[in-house]
């Protein structure tokens, strides 16, 4: 059974670059597309940014300018890097695995880590 | 980039039957998912493709498609089918997007 584990920073400040790993357990990162969501506090699901094991990757345009995805093989992870964070950026955020041969859905998800912008 | 539009709010009876709608000009191109989220609790795959569920999912739900439009229909609502519930789907304009809507909160009286 696939499962993911989001890990970050839990609290950080202005202006910082947070990064956040999602672990693949169950399967590995290869051959899948992988991607990131996020849901600030009482506001609803925002998607941030797919990646392939392979490097590729595209990122939504409001964010793009300062997301940086990465995946690792060897660990069977895979990362996100949001830099100059605001309080706009406080949200749990989530990794999930996407079914291309299954309409694209967003098939798995980990159970998400919560990130707090705040000095 | 493409929108898709979901109400904010729908209410069903114990037992009966509610629909819930998803429209953007994306679903002309690609089915929508739905996704199930309860409070504290992260999103549960309900429907994908053109009305697949995935394993797990009870019967009870159903999913559509007409024009740009996409529903999500749940015959014989459950007390446990109480939670928001967001449609997605790739965006039309060719690159490898995606889109949530706003999300629509199901209340089940």
């Known amino acids: 059974q696939v499962q993911l584990q989001e890990s970050g920073p839990g609290l950080v400040k202005p202006s910082e670059t947070p990064s956040l790993t999602c672990t693949v357990s169950g399967d590995s990162v290869n051959p899948y597309y992988w991607s990131w969501i996020r849901q600030p506090p009482g506001k609803g699901l925002e998607w941030i940014g797919y990646m392939h094991y392979s490097g590729g990757a595209n990122y939504n345009p409001s964010l793009k300018s300062r997301v940086t995805m990465s995946v690792d093989t060897s660990k069977n992870q895979f990362s996100l890097k949001l830099s100059s964070v605001t309080a706009a950026d406080t949200a749990v955020y989530y990794c999930?695995?996407?079914?291309?041969?299954?309409?694209?859905?967003?098939?798995?998800w980990g159970q998400g880590t919560m990130v707090t912008v705040s000095s | 980039s493409s929108e898709l539009t979901q109400d904010p709010a729908v209410s069903v009876a114990l037992g009966q039957t509610v629909r819930i709608t998803c429209q953007g000009d994306s679903l002309r191109s690609y089915y929508a998912s739905w996704y199930q989220v309860k409070p504290g609790q992260a999103p549960v795959l309900v429907i994908y493709d053109k009305n697949n569920r995935p394993s797990g999912i009870p019967d009870r739900f159903s999913g559509s498609r007409s024009g740009n439009t996409a529903s999500l229909t749940i015959t014989g609502a459950q007390a446990e089918d109480e939670a928001d519930y967001y449609c997605n789907s790739r965006d039309s304009g060719g690159n490898l997007y995606w889109v949530f809507g706003g999300g629509t909160k199901l209340t089940v009286l």
């Open positions: 999930a695995r996407i079914a291309v041969t299954g309409g694209d859905a967003f098939d798995i």
